[in-house]
């Protein structure tokens, strides 16, 4: 069996865990493959919602095992909360959720050094979520993380204090006041109720279920344009969140990816710093923003809004080889007569249509077309045949210029307000 990818093709907040949780059904697995706790995924459904940071968006299916993968950052604290909020909704987490050894922990002194490196730079500052992600990702590639098959061995403690040590060493340097002793008895509580989850080698685990002939949804975080690669460097997060993440954040071949879903708005956001050519700075943003209720599910900031960017989403498909779009929150643009479309950029003066290695306002000038809108309520719209002919022709747009089909249509939040078509 092969391995379906879904992930984003924006700056994140797509609507991943909406579509993890429609599309649940037809898989075994669903596996988280990278990103840790800044990741908010939303659900909704039966009158709830719920969102989720570092769980799988399959947990809530009784008879569907989530992986948490070894390319996944843990925050021990934010994770036993997830457990128990869910727990506080009767869904029981250990029978159905499995951990990879080789997951990183996100230690106090991580969330500590992020804090400390956004103040320093100021106005210059990143955006970061204040999890602790960065610090512990680049102690992953330098060799230093504490990993959660760490947490079982007799001298994980040595481990963590020659780690804090190293972290404090570095926080010496930054104007920046703390109290370690604030956040570490609540880790190393949560770390013992780790002890007791699921903990397997979970790249021998997913190739076994994958030959036993088992269905498995790899699910990202984050989005595309923000991959530490390809992303609006430095204005990215500090993982993969490309399909060639799902291989090295769970241990599967290249050979073994099946179906790429690449899910992105029917217009633009973004949260935190970092160039975005298409954004909107006037009271059309504004109404955007209230209409989409464009606020961050894991941090409550604003989301920056502005109009659909063709080159950058062509972009994005591109490099993760996408075979099936999702398009999101069209019933948002319900509110305008008129939807513009970014189709270009001019650059020193040259038409460009492709995303520039440099992608800044004061160089990078947008060019939009104006497409006929879909004014009114599309919320209740249940069928294919009930879509707006202007909506139709508008999907038709992006996958002319994309080059692959829209096979899922979102109509609002809720599981139910989702169209699969033909």
């Not at 700056?11 to 706790?37: C, H, M, S």
């Not at 909704?44 to 570092?54: A, I, P, R, W, Y």
Request: aromatic content about 8%; glycine content about 12%.
């Amino acid at each position: 069996m092969k391995v379906d990818v879904l992930l984003g093709l924006q700056w994140g907040d797509e609507g991943k865990g909406k579509i993890v949780d429609v599309l649940t059904p037809q898989y075994d697995i669903i596996a988280r493959f990278q990103g840790g706790p800044n990741a908010g995924h939303t659900l909704e459904f039966d009158g709830m919602k719920h969102v989720l940071h570092t769980i799988p968006s399959g947990i809530f299916r009784d008879d569907v095992m989530n992986v948490i993968g070894n390319g996944v950052v843990i925050d021990p604290v934010i994770f036993q909360k997830e457990v128990d909020d869910l727990a506080s909704l009767g869904v029981d987490v250990n029978p159905r959720l499995l951990i990879s050894r080789k997951a990183h922990l996100i230690l106090p002194t991580h969330r500590l050094l992020d804090a400390a490196n956004e103040k320093e730079k100021g106005k210059k500052k990143i955006g970061s979520t204040l999890r602790g992600i960065g610090p512990t990702y680049m102690d992953k590639t330098g060799r230093n993380g504490l990993r959660v098959g760490d947490i079982f061995r007799p001298d994980f403690k040595q481990r963590y204090d020659q780690l804090v040590k190293k972290h404090c060493g570095l926080l010496s340097h930054f104007d920046f006041e703390y109290d370690l002793s604030a956040f570490e008895p609540d880790w190393l509580e949560s770390i013992e109720r780790m002890r007791g989850m699921q903990v397997i080698d979970s790249e021998h685990w997913l190739n076994e279920q994958l030959d036993a002939g088992k269905r498995v949804l790899a699910e990202g975080a984050q989005g595309a344009l923000l991959d530490i690669d390809f992303g609006s460097y430095p204005f990215v997060t500090s993982s993969t969140t490309t399909s060639a993440g799902a291989c090295t954040g769970l241990g599967i071949a290249p050979t073994r990816i099946g179906e790429v879903i690449g899910i992105f708005k029917a217009y633009c956001t973004r949260v935190g710093s970092g160039p975005f050519p298409s954004e909107l700075h006037d009271e059309v943003g504004d109404k955007l923003r209230e209409a989409g209720n464009e606020f961050g599910a894991t941090t409550g900031r604003p989301r920056r809004c502005g109009w659909l960017d063709m080159p950058a989403l062509h972009y994005a498909a591109m490099i993760n080889g996408v075979t099936t779009l999702c398009m999101m929150k069209a019933d948002v643009l319900g509110d305008f007569d008129t939807v513009p479309v970014c189709t270009h950029y001019e650059v020193d003066g040259e038409h460009v249509d492709k995303l520039p290695y440099v992608v800044d306002e004061g160089t990078l000038k947008p060019h939009t077309q104006d497409m006929p809108g879909w004014p009114g309520d599309q919320t209740g719209v249940r069928t294919e045949e009930e879509l707006p002919k202007t909506l139709v022709e508008y999907m038709a747009y992006i996958e002319a210029k994309i080059g692959s089909p829209i096979g899922i249509v979102s109509l609002g939040p809720n599981r139910l307000q989702t169209i699969i078509r033909k």
